[in-house]
């Protein structure tokens, strides 16, 4: 088995450059795809929507897991690249979507989990990624 070297997660390209331009440097989102992340690994930015592909790196400084993804403004303020209502509106639609599925026990509440980047670089060209990058993210290997 390939060693997992980083993660690469779907960002719309209208939020992309708040990494690139306004000097975002912590990524948040409910935590999928990340039990094998460690700091030191690579999350590559996967630009969805539109010019979808691959369009910059950053490495992973620090790892945090939290149930309330508004903790994550206490932590790292400003650094955060959504704001506190997108947030909300996120974490509203995510239990609307939790009754969808039929339960008989109280649905699961996913943790989210913040990525603290360094070393944010942005490609000259897109990368078209060899296989389909889905909304819950991927495992980079090498």
Do not use: N
């Amino acid at each position: 088995m390939s060693e997992i070297t980083g993660v690469t997660f779907p960002v719309p390209k209208h939020l992309m450059s708040r990494f690139f331009k306004d000097g975002k440097t912590v990524f948040i989102k409910p935590a999928t795809v990340f039990k094998e992340l460690r700091s030191g690994m690579i999350l590559v930015f996967y630009q969805s929507h539109e010019d979808t592909g691959y369009v910059g790196e950053a490495t992973i400084k620090r790892i945090v897991i939290d149930d309330d993804p508004l903790a994550f403004f206490e932590t790292f303020g400003d650094a955060v690249f959504l704001t506190k209502e997108e947030v909300k509106a996120y974490a509203e639609g995510q239990e609307r979507w939790q009754g969808v599925r039929v339960r008989k026990e109280a649905p699961r509440k996913r943790p989210w989990m913040a990525l603290e980047l360094e070393g944010i670089r942005k490609y000259d060209t897109v990368k078209k990624p060899e296989r389909f990058v889905p909304v819950g993210g991927r495992y980079l290997r090498e």
